[in-house]
């Protein structure tokens, strides 16, 4: 058997010299397991290939019994050949017809062999056949022979995909099978249904050339390639847009230990020494290291698997000069985008006339990149774990961010049902624009303003079309985040006029830069912090860099002229941070007011609520605040401590709860005894059965993504907020984790429509 890496090239030279003599593509496969058998000292190599239907058919052999080529099949799952494609992993017995999957084949005359090692023959991460070796002897194959042969294997899956042995379409046919139907369980993170082809956010790279013609230029391309992914994952790193995803940190540490592990790098140029491409290098060490990984009885290394496999991917993308995401390659009209993670400016970087969906395999539906798909429109489910191995591009698929489902490759019947689905969507779309002009009252009377979160230009005609009352948080860093620079005081004047035309007369609630956190700026550079959302963000870089704030106030006092003006701050922990943010607005009005330009006729200062300690303060805070924005998401996060970017938490608690039920209430009853006007524009204020228990606790505004408008306005229509009022009060002191069953309970038998 070949034990060293010179024999390893000697065989792989010999392959290439076979694949280059001009003969039919049998002659050359049958060709190609003698030189495999004979290099091998193997008695016996065949080759199976997968044919339509799940069938593995002998397609050569040195051996066994020729007449068995093209005669003897077998189907996956069955016999020892079988099973190998069937686990994707190699199997290497020293007594195969004692194992309990061997199957005998009569016409090939396998009896006679003992030892047996084959492994699978992967194109795209998909078995599309298998290659075996036997012996006589009862032997048991080293390691480094099972490598010998998935190398051998990989060029071999090369060989095939070159066509003439197999129509490609056979594969398609079997994949479509494989794929029918199949169903993946999410979170749901933004709302609609789309439908349409996947692209992958990191693209996937084919590996065309296997064998090299010289081993130098290989190690050189190898050295310059990692030294890209290295300086690409500190870049990643450095940038705080990914700290709080939570495990995305550690991923990416891991990443970075495994970048600069001295083990890894010797085993790719010791693949590369044997007569490997440095991208055939990378494939066969990733698969070695696949199948240790999954055999190991260690949890943490076998979670790691998927790391390694980005890892790799990654590696293959720097070695192919494509480092850049999907978003700059041509996408499909119906694209739906998969990924690991995203930021919300990766998203943004995509084309919005094509990009219709977004699966992630991570993600929380509070994260920002979820926040910014709700804005966009854009049908998002997290948390579908293992999906993107399954995933090939330009695969069919049907996002349903209404139930939080996947369906990969649907057949015919699912298609159509959710063409009906989106047919039903469309008729309760319309009932809602029935109702756009009729406001937003309880049946007991009680008016709700209903308000639409925005960020951006393409957000505006939302207003017109939901009937919404005006915009009651208009999140301005999301301009800060599409650019490559700093906007300029023109461009930020610009789009605030823009907004403000656009709501022509409605109240429009500026929220000043929050960013940091998982909010990042490509061109603004944050030192790494343990906890990027206790970190240095929003009020806090403000006060510290107050030309920022000096700049945006006065961008947003210009483009108001002489309208009026509603103006917050983000993330105010206590009194003393929103006097002094005032003072920099204050001090940018007296500017205006000494050149004699227009100020607004009605300036309104308020602030955020989003940090549980200025729930604390508001005997001080609310005589010298406007009005008061309750921002549940952050809230949220700070009073359960959990991270609301972590997928692992998304969750794990309910804000329908008592102790949250006593925050609320607290704050509504001591706004409105101040008489300050409170509303509420976290993510919690657009979800019918939420927006019920606020109204309940005294909200009288709230402020929501666009799609929301409607459902929460046709559930406030149905209620009787009194008799919930009543509701809420007999649950307060209850020691319960959720109250959301006796919530949806009091809506079902008094006809609320959640
Ligand atoms: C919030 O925290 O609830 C909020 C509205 O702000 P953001 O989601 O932008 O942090
Ligand atoms: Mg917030």
Request: net charge negative; proline share 5%; aromatic share 10%.
């Given at each position: 058997m070949v034990t060293s890496p010179a024999g390893g090239r000697v065989l792989l030279r010999r392959l290439r010299e076979a694949m280059a003599e001009p003969q039919s593509p049998q002659t050359r496969l049958d060709k190609i397991v003698r030189i495999i058998a004979a290099n091998m000292v193997a008695e016996v190599c065949s080759v199976y290939l997968m044919r339509a239907g799940d069938w593995l058919e002998l397609y050569a052999t040195e051996g066994l019994n020729p007449s068995a080529v093209h005669n003897s099949r077998l189907k996956v799952g069955q016999g020892l050949v079988g099973d190998i494609a069937a686990h994707a992993r190699p199997l290497n017995l020293s007594d195969a017809p004692e194992h309990p999957n061997f199957v005998y084949l009569p016409e090939t005359g396998e009896e006679a062999f003992h030892s047996f090692l084959g492994v699978p023959v992967l194109r795209a991460a998909r078995v599309i056949g298998v290659l075996a070796v036997q012996n006589q002897t009862r032997r048991h194959y080293t390691e480094e022979e099972v490598e010998n042969l998935q190398t051998v294997a990989m060029v071999m899956a090369e060989m095939v995909a070159?066509?003439?042995?197999?129509?490609p379409s056979e594969w398609e046919e079997a994949a479509t099978k494989r794929g029918s139907s199949m169903r993946f369980k999410g979170l749901r993170m933004a709302e609609g249904i789309a439908m349409g082809h996947a692209v992958l956010h990191e693209p996937r790279v084919e590996i065309t050339q296997m064998i090299a013609d010289d081993a130098g230029v290989e190690r050189q391309r190898l050295t310059r390639g990692i030294d890209a992914l290295r300086k690409s994952i500190d870049l990643m790193l450095a940038d705080?847009?990914?700290?709080?995803h939570g495990e995305h940190r550690e991923v990416l540490e891991a990443y970075r230990m495994f970048a600069h592990d001295a083990g890894w790098l010797t085993k790719l140029e010791d693949a590369i020494d044997s007569g490997l491409t440095a991208e055939a290098a990378v494939e066969r060490v990733q698969l070695d290291l696949n199948a240790r990984l999954s055999r190991s009885t260690d949890t943490y290394l076998r979670e790691r698997i998927q790391d390694l496999d980005d890892l790799a991917h990654r590696l293959l993308r720097h070695l192919a000069g494509k480092a850049d995401t999907a978003a700059h390659e041509g996408l499909p009209d119906d694209a739906i985008v998969i990924a690991r993670s995203m930021g919300p400016a990766e998203l943004l970087d995509y084309d919005r006339t094509k990009l219709k969906g977004v699966v992630l395999e991570e993600g929380s539906p509070t994260s920002h990149v979820a926040i910014v798909a709700r804005a966009l429109e854009i049908p998002l489910v997290g948390k579908v774990e293992g999906l993107i191995d399954r995933i090939d591009p330009d695969m069919r698929l049907i996002v349903d961010g209404e139930q939080g489902e996947i369906f990969l490759n649907p057949g015919p019947e699912i298609i159509r049902a959710y063409e009906e689905k989106n047919a039903l969507r469309a008729q309760r779309q319309a009932a809602f624009a029935a109702i756009r002009d009729e406001p937003a009252v309880t049946r007991d009377g009680v008016e709700v303003k209903l308000n639409i979160n925005a960020g951006l230009l393409v957000d505006l005609p939302h207003l017109v079309e939901t009937g919404a009352n005006g915009i009651g948080l208009f999140r301005t860093e999301l301009q800060f985040m599409v650019g490559s620079a700093f906007p300029r005081l023109g461009d930020q004047t610009e789009l605030y006029k823009a907004v403000m035309d656009a709501a022509d007369g409605k109240p429009v609630v500026f929220r000043t830069l929050d960013i940091g956190g998982d909010k990042a700026l490509p061109y603004l550079e944050i030192e790494p912090e343990e906890n990027p959302a206790l970190g240095w963000r929003a009020i806090r870089i403000a006060l510290d860099r107050p030309a920022l704030l000096r700049y945006q106030s006065r961008a947003l006092l210009q483009a108001a002229g002489g309208r009026p003006l509603s103006i917050m701050f983000p993330m105010?922990?206590?009194v003393s941070e929103f006097i002094a943010a005032k003072a920099v607005l204050e001090k940018e009005v007296g500017r205006l007011r000494q050149l004699n330009r227009p100020t607004p006729e009605n300036l309104k200062v308020g602030t955020m609520l989003e940090v549980p300690s200025l729930a604390f303060q508001l005997p001080a805070l609310l005589p010298m605040v406007d009005f008061v924005s309750v921002g549940s998401n952050d809230l949220m996060q700070f009073f359960f401590a959990s991270d609301r970017g972590n997928p692992r938490l998304?969750?794990?608690?309910?804000?329908?709860?008592p102790p949250v039920f006593a925050l609320l209430r607290h704050i509504s009853k001591s706004c409105d005894a101040a008489n300050v006007p409170l509303t509420l524009c976290g993510e919690m204020a657009g979800r019918p059965l939420e927006a019920m228990a606020l109204v309940g606790l005294g909200f009288r505004s709230l402020s929501m993504t666009p799609a929301a408008i409607g459902p929460v306005k046709v559930m406030i229509r149905s209620l009787d907020q009194s008799a919930l009022a009543r509701l809420l009060e007999q649950l307060t002191d209850r020691p319960d984790h959720t109250v959301r069953a006796e919530l949806a309970a009091f809506a079902e038998a008094n006809g609320v429509a959640v």
């Open positions: 070159q066509g003439g042995l197999i129509d705080v847009d990914l700290a709080p105010i922990s206590d998304a969750d794990r608690y309910d804000y329908l709860c």
